[in-house]
């Protein structure tokens, strides 16, 4: 178990309602992420986070944005949905650079 | 050329054989190297994880790199219908500033029929 939790797991919204993902580990890692896995692309980092109020853009931050208050919690949020943003989402943490990343199970986003 | 690729399969084999996966890359200055398995519906799962070249085994999963050729295997051996699943490669450049970013492969579908 990698005490990496992501809520909701599930969600349907609708194009233009803002959403919030939210990541919790309970492990004390450094470092977190958020991909986003659709079939053809593989997973895709949005953005990533190297501390407490430290994160950085991935490869396809457009339309995310990320905040990390608390080392355990990593949000991510869509500001205004769009239907190109249905996809699964994933989060990940760990404790060093170069170390392997471990992940939650994902939550599934539906946007209609 | 895309940093790194894999073959989608899907891949079907019989249970008892001996499954090889792969990955190639393009980025010689990738270090560390990772599978994972992910089944349906779940988060990716570490199952291997390698720094540089060489070999590493785990039970019945052989991870292998091989830098100067920028290809990587796992090989699972006596395969099982619990083995069913898709399988990632993934890679860094390493630790420190910003070289802890993972690379994916897209994947490889792998059957194990009983």
């Known amino acids: 178990d990698a005490g990496i939790t992501q809520s909701p797991r599930h969600k349907v919204t609708e194009t233009g309602t803002p959403v919030t993902l939210r990541c919790h580990q309970t492990e004390n890692h450094r470092y977190m992420y958020w991909y986003r896995q659709d079939p053809g692309h593989g997973l895709r980092l949005i953005h990533y986070s190297y501390g407490v109020k430290d994160t950085d853009k991935g490869e396809v931050s457009d339309g995310y944005s990320v905040s990390r208050s608390k080392t355990e919690d990593f949000l991510l949020t869509l500001e205004s949905a769009t239907s190109s943003q249905t996809s699964v989402y994933f989060c990940a943490a760990n404790r060093d650079s170069g170390q392997p990343q471990h992940f939650g199970d994902g939550t599934r986003l539906s946007i209609l | 050329q895309k940093e790194v690729e894999q073959d989608p399969g899907p891949l079907s084999v019989p249970e008892g054989a001996i499954v090889s996966l792969n990955c190639t890359y393009s980025?010689?200055?990738?270090?560390?190297f990772m599978w994972y398995r992910q089944y349906s519906r779940k988060g990716p799962e570490l199952l291997m994880y390698t720094y540089s070249s060489g070999n590493k085994e785990d039970g019945r999963f052989t991870a292998q790199v091989d830098k100067s050729s920028k290809y990587i295997s796992l090989f699972i051996r006596d395969s099982q219908p619990s083995d069913s699943a898709t399988y990632l490669c993934a890679m860094s450049e390493g630790s420190g500033g910003s070289n802890y970013k993972l690379t994916f492969g897209k994947g490889t579908l792998l059957t194990v029929n009983p």
């Open positions: 980025n010689s200055a990738f270090q560390y």
